[in-house]
């Protein structure tokens, strides 16, 4: 199995670069790929030393599936590129989700659609995949009419550049803004660009993506998306109503506990629950503070940690990339 990975150099790549090498893939050629700017480096993978080369070249090499980690623009151009040679793409911008004729694809929520024809698969926002591994299955057995749901997210999901305005205001060095205003000792309600229905662009990818999903669009999300000074992972208070009855919360924790994936971390006592210092670097999606909304008998509260980078960004591209070989699709 020949695999590119388009932005190997970015701190995404980096990431999808270790956990293809944790999870063993069966990767006969290993192809990084970047712009022009970063063509010619050597980075080492597995103990082996790589040249990256650009996305041209990359094409050339015919790789049978392409890990796309460069951005929306980037897989306008190219993913179409690869994947008309026969490559299956697996693109983690934003560019192909809302394209009815592409998987938008959890492994361990809607395998199935990688049955489409479609050579292009689409990876989900970050802080929608955590949230559809705990609505999944509750959703199967208590149908949900309605999420309302606030991001706590990371700097990590802007990039070097955020890590390192983070990194500069706490050390007093001056340095080049990302963010419109420091986000040390701060809370920015504004994580992508503002749209004119006055929500950003990442609280409706919230909204779009987890109805598609779901394969459900009579569920109801509303989203308010806020960056912290937080570099282990996104964190997500949730509200969830359900068309009929409430669930206990004893059978809620049963169904995440035995849902793959997730773990539940809801000992108030022992004040367990999850928190993104402990959730990065890990590939579960973490939920806790389990508990009846009192305001409303039919909606109930939780709290969601995962690691943006790995869960959100990389672990679920390779994840993909695994049942793509078990469904026979790709060649071990």
Same mark, same amino acid.
């Given at each position: 199995? #020949?695999?590119?990975?388009?932005?190997?150099?970015?701190? $995404?790549?980096?990431?999808?670069?270790?956990?293809?090498?944790? #999870?063993?893939?069966?990767?006969?050629?290993?192809?990084?790929?970047? *712009?022009?700017?970063?063509?010619?480096?050597?980075?080492?993978?597995? /103990?082996?030393?790589?040249?990256?080369?650009?996305?041209?070249?990359?094409?050339?090499?015919?790789? %049978?599936?392409?890990?796309?980690?460069? /951005?929306?623009?980037?897989?306008?151009?190219?993913?179409?590129?690869?994947?008309?040679?026969?490559?299956?793409?697996?693109?983690?911008?934003?560019?192909?989700?809302?394209?009815?004729?592409?998987?938008?694809?959890?492994?361990?929520?809607?395998?199935?659609?990688?049955?489409?024809?479609?050579?292009?698969?689409?990876?989900?926002?970050?802080?929608?995949?955590?949230?559809?591994?705990?609505?999944? @299955?509750?959703?199967?057995?208590?149908?949900?009419?309605? $999420?309302?749901?606030?991001?706590?997210? *990371?700097?990590?999901?802007? /990039?070097?550049?955020?890590?390192?305005?983070?990194?500069?205001?706490?050390?007093?060095?001056?340095?080049?803004?990302?963010?419109?205003?420091?986000?040390?000792?701060?809370?920015?309600?504004?994580?992508?660009v503002f749209l004119d229905n006055a929500y950003t662009k990442e609280e409706m990818k919230l909204t779009h993506e987890t109805k598609k999903i779901l394969n459900d669009t009579s569920v109801r999300v509303s989203a308010t998306a806020v960056r912290v000074p937080v570099q282990g992972g996104h964190s997500e208070a949730?509200?969830?109503? +359900?068309?009929?009855? #409430?669930?206990?919360?004893?059978?809620? #924790?049963?169904?995440?506990?035995? +849902?793959?994936?997730?773990?539940?971390?809801?000992? @108030?006592?022992? !004040?367990?629950?999850?928190?993104?210092? +402990?959730?990065?670097?890990?590939?579960?999606?973490?939920?806790?503070?389990?508990?009846? %909304?009192? *305001?409303?008998?039919?909606?109930?509260?939780?709290?969601?940690?995962? %690691?943006?980078?790995? !869960?959100?960004?990389?672990?679920?591209?390779?994840?993909?990339?695994?049942?793509?070989?078990?469904?026979?699709?790709?060649?071990?």
């Amino acid at each position: 199995m #020949r695999l590119a990975l388009v932005g190997a150099t970015g701190m $995404v790549g980096e990431v999808m670069r270790a956990v293809l090498s944790e #999870r063993n893939l069966p990767i006969s050629e290993f192809i990084p790929v970047a *712009s022009s700017k970063s063509a010619g480096q050597t980075l080492i993978w597995n /103990g082996q030393s790589y040249t990256v080369v650009t996305p041209e070249k990359a094409l050339a090499m015919h790789p %049978d599936v392409a890990i796309f980690s460069a /951005g929306a623009e980037i897989s306008f151009e190219w993913a179409p590129r690869f994947a008309a040679t026969g490559c299956y793409v697996i693109d983690n911008s934003s560019a192909w989700r809302m394209d009815p004729a592409v998987p938008l694809v959890v492994p361990e929520v809607n395998p199935e659609t990688l049955e489409l024809p479609s050579r292009i698969i689409a990876n989900p926002n970050c802080s929608t995949i955590q949230l559809v591994m705990v609505l999944k @299955p509750l959703h199967d057995k208590h149908p949900i009419r309605r $999420v309302l749901v606030t991001t706590y997210q *990371s700097v990590t999901g802007t /990039g070097k550049a955020a890590v390192n305005q983070l990194d500069n205001e706490r050390n007093g060095v001056e340095g080049a803004m990302v963010y419109p205003y420091p986000i040390d000792k701060n809370c920015l309600p504004h994580c992508d660009v503002f749209l004119d229905n006055a929500y950003t662009k990442e609280e409706m990818k919230l909204t779009h993506e987890t109805k598609k999903i779901l394969n459900d669009t009579s569920v109801r999300v509303s989203a308010t998306a806020v960056r912290v000074p937080v570099q282990g992972g996104h964190s997500e208070a949730v509200n969830i109503e +359900f068309l009929g009855e #409430r669930p206990s919360m004893s059978e809620v #924790r049963a169904l995440l506990g035995a +849902f793959p994936g997730v773990i539940v971390q809801d000992i @108030p006592e022992t !004040k367990t629950y999850p928190m993104p210092r +402990f959730a990065e670097g890990k590939d579960d999606v973490f939920v806790g503070r389990i508990r009846e %909304d009192h *305001s409303h008998p039919q909606a109930m509260h939780c709290w969601i940690v995962a %690691d943006n980078l790995r !869960k959100g960004a990389a672990t679920n591209a390779v994840q993909i990339t695994e049942e793509l070989i078990r469904r026979r699709k790709l060649q071990a």
